[in-house]
T-cell receptor
Framework: KAGVTQTPRYLIKTRGQQVTLSCSPI?????VSWYQQTPGQGLQFLFE???????NKGNFPGRFSGRQFSNSRSEMNVSTLELGDSALYLC??????????????FGEGSRLTVL | GENVEQHPSTLSVQEGDSAVIKCTYS??????FPWYKQELGKGPQLIID?????GEKKDQRIAVTLNKTAKHFSLHITETQPEDSAVYFC????????????FGTGTRLTIIP
């Protein structure tokens, strides 16, 4: 079974630009979450989608947005990039079935560098 | 909101010795506490979790203890091996199956051969 796939793996942008990151969850997983990982702050929750609906949102500015498609694939977008947005963006999927263990399955992340 | 503190930030132990990582949380309503291991260049991977109705859980060389009164939980790794070297994150959540986890800042564990 393929794992969570995130694209692109690495990207470099300049301040003021926007970026779109993509996540394909494990087949059958309907929940997709996004986390930002930085050396100083650790992993911080961005948002979570289930069946194309945002169910939870973290404390990030409105420049951070996301969406989920009918096939459970998800994208997140960051507009008007700032230097502080440089981070590893991790996507995680979860099956959310009755037998769910609560486990999140993480991808390898998209490393964004803002210059 | 929830706040999770994790200590120490770095830990070096001799191969074969035990390692202990401690976390405290602030939200008394939290009831699900997973631990994730992140190897270099990879995403975090769940290694063990515990729910608030259990005080201890063990899986081979790994164990987690939970003290709800004091609001802290710990990861214990015994008989450490080189492959245990990684960054470990604790996390807390109000609802089992809730994907909104609040993570600690991580512990870089190095096993010295």
């Amino acid at each position: 079974k393929a794992g969570v796939t995130q694209t692109p793996r690495y990207l470099i942008k300049t301040r003021g630009q926007q970026v779109t990151l993509s996540c394909s969850p494990i087949s059958g997983h309907r929940s997709v979450s996004w986390y930002q990982q930085t050396p100083g702050q650790g992993l911080q929750f961005l948002f979570e989608y289930f069946s194309e609906t945002q169910r939870n949102k973290g404390n990030f500015p409105g420049r951070f947005s996301g969406r989920q498609f009918s096939n459970s694939r998800s994208e997140m977008n960051v507009s008007t990039l700032e230097l502080g947005d440089s981070a590893l963006y991790l996507c995680a999927s979860s099956p959310l079935t009755l037998a769910n263990t609560g486990e999140l399955f993480f991808g390898e992340g998209s490393r964004l560098t803002v210059l | 909101g929830e706040n999770v503190e994790q200590h120490p930030s770095t830990l070096s132990v001799q191969e074969g010795d035990s390692a202990v990582i401690k976390c405290t949380y602030s939200d008394s309503a939290s009831n699900y506490f997973p631990w994730y291991k992140q190897e270099l260049g990879k995403g975090p991977q769940l290694i063990i979790d515990i729910r608030s109705n259990v005080g201890e859980k063990k899986d081979q060389r790994i164990a987690v203890t939970l003290n709800k009164t004091a609001k802290h939980f710990s990861l214990h790794i015994t008989e450490t091996q080189p492959e245990d070297s990684a960054v470990y994150f604790c996390a807390a959540s109000r609802d089992f199956g809730n994907e909104k986890l609040t993570f600690g800042t991580g512990t870089r564990l190095t096993i010295i051969p």
